[in-house]
């Protein structure tokens, strides 16, 4: 029997988050599994008159990519991504694993020299969604594989996903909105600000905002989303933070991550578990030791970590921050080829100041 929370999230990501408008093309990734979705979205981009196309993939076929690839194929930035992503106005990328660990055991040099060689494509990527030439979301549609991440049978996880999305009641569209007032709020009060400092159990930090722009997430490009956040200073970090929750990077669950900044720069790196692959990301250019995003999630509905960071860096009452590329859009210089998102729980009495003054306590904006 067909979900109608499936159909409600295609027309949210056709008309909230990519606006889809008349002959613009629109591709759309994902596995197999997805294909409701997949179709979903597509019916509803012919309904707004532009040209779907659908590059669905097959379950292990990244596995082989890495496994048997010699260094020439591992370099090889296939023509069809440069096409989506240089020409195409909009792209909508879906999350739809048959095994979320399939790429465990996968050499980490092998990745990083995917990722150096596609850094040139994806920075291109950013300037032209930062431009707005790009319109973009990443979403997910529920599989096993993702519910045995996040310990909960299918069924659950299916209305946990679609309840985060509001894809479960009868106007999402009206109800992320609503979100973008609310957080638009905290970025008008950002604007034109200077130094923050995060302090807590797990963190101590302080970084420069001047002249760069926090960035409203209302589900435009990721959905679901409930963040609010920018890029800093490159130069500026100093400090030292303890990321509470796993970092989860191509298939690798790295935990215990502890990084300490000068400068701007990571100097130190530890990892309780695939530190050996945290140093390998480190590694792939000079921007990857840098911070290219500093971000405060603010979405109540994601409040259980679900090994997947669509979701987790959203979780109200957390920070995440991000190595490598910055959005441009946000004043960012930042370049490479990773963007690594990793968080911080603030909940158990996290402070974060902003040119002195108290603007968030223990996951609750305080302005």
Not at 4 to 32: F, H, Q, W
Request: proline share 4%; charged share 25%; with cysteine.
């Amino acid at each position: 029997m067909a979900d109608y929370r499936v159909d409600n999230l295609a027309k949210v990501i056709v008309e909230y988050c990519l606006s889809v408008k008349p002959k613009e093309r629109v591709a759309v990734t994902g596995s197999t599994l997805s294909e409701p979705l997949m179709l979903a979205i597509q019916r509803e981009v012919l309904r707004a008159g532009g040209y779907p196309h659908l590059f669905p993939s097959f379950p292990g076929s990244e596995y082989l990519r890495f496994s048997e690839s010699n260094d020439d194929q591992l370099d090889f930035v296939s023509p069809v991504m440069k096409m989506i992503l240089e020409e195409f106005e909009c792209l909508a990328s879906l999350y739809s694993m048959a095994n979320t660990c399939a790429l465990t055991n996968i050499d980490p040099a092998k990745q990083g020299r995917v990722a150096k060689a596609q850094a040139a494509v994806m920075q291109h990527y950013m300037e032209r969604a930062a431009a707005g030439e790009l319109k973009w979301v990443v979403t997910m549609f529920p599989t096993n594989a993702h519910a045995q991440d996040a310990e909960m049978s299918l069924a659950e996880f299916e209305d946990y996903v679609y309840s985060t999305m509001f894809a479960d009641t009868d106007d999402p569209v009206k109800e992320w909105r609503r979100i973008y007032d609310e957080q638009q709020r905290y970025v008008d009060w950002l604007s034109g600000k200077d130094e923050v400092v995060v302090k807590g159990s797990n963190v101590d930090l302080k970084l420069s905002i001047k002249d760069r722009k926090f960035i409203n997430s209302d589900g435009k490009t990721n959905m679901p989303s409930g963040e609010i956040f920018t890029g800093p200073v490159e130069d500026s970090v100093e400090g030292w933070v303890r990321f509470t929750y796993p970092a989860i990077r191509l298939g690798r669950e790295v935990e215990g991550i502890e990084l300490r900044f000068e400068k701007g720069k990571v100097v130190e790196a530890t990892a309780e578990k695939n530190e050996a692959f945290l140093l390998e990301m480190l590694e792939v250019d000079e921007g990857a030791r840098y911070l290219g995003e500093f971000a405060i999630g603010t979405n109540k509905r994601i409040n259980r970590f679900i090994k997947n960071m669509l979701f987790d860096e959203k979780t109200g009452g957390t920070i995440h921050m991000a190595l490598g590329a910055g959005y441009p859009q946000t004043g960012s210089v930042n370049k490479s080829g990773i963007h690594w998102d990793m968080i911080c729980d603030m909940r158990g009495g996290g402070q974060i100041f902003i040119d002195g003054e108290l603007f968030y306590e223990s996951g609750e904006f305080m302005i």
